[in-house]
């Protein structure tokens, strides 16, 4: 069983910065290092939407269009930790951000039909202007 945990969230101002991590436990080395993962937030009231993914050996990436430029997705498979740095950060992405992995060990970035088998529980992004 796969434990995924967040942090790094908090209250910024727009124009600020933060670095979010999502650290994998509970399982072996390939249950994570062997997964493409990704970043998803969500808003109350709000449909959950993709931010950002990543490959498995991190080779491939993709934004949504409303961060790119300004976040980028990394990991380090060593310790089984995803991260997001988010830059210039505006109001409008606040959040509740989640990571996930994947349900198909090397699965594409860009894979059809993705499915995710493990979720965090989050960690909020407040944007002040």
């Known amino acids: 069983q796969v434990q995924l945990v967040e942090s790094g969230g908090g209250l910024v101002q727009a124009g600020e910065s933060l670095t979010l991590s999502c650290t994998a436990s509970g399982g072996t080395y390939s249950s994570f290092a062997s997964y493409s993962m990704d970043w998803f937030r969500q808003v109350l009231g709000k449909e959950r939407e993709a931010v950002a993914a990543?490959?498995?050996?991190?080779?491939?990436?993709y934004y949504a269009d409303s961060v790119k430029g300004r976040f980028t997705i990394s990991r380090d498979n060593a310790r089984s930790t995803l991260f997001l740095q988010m830059n210039s950060l505006k109001p409008e992405d606040s959040g509740l951000y989640y990571c996930?992995?994947?349900?198909?060990?090397?699965?594409?970035?860009?894979?059809?039909?993705?499915?995710?088998?493990?979720w965090g529980r989050g960690t909020q992004v407040t944007v002040s202007s």
């Open positions: 990543i490959n498995w050996n991190g080779e491939s990436t």
């Open positions: 996930a992995r994947r349900t198909r060990p090397l699965d594409a970035v860009l894979a059809p039909s993705a499915k995710y088998d493990y």
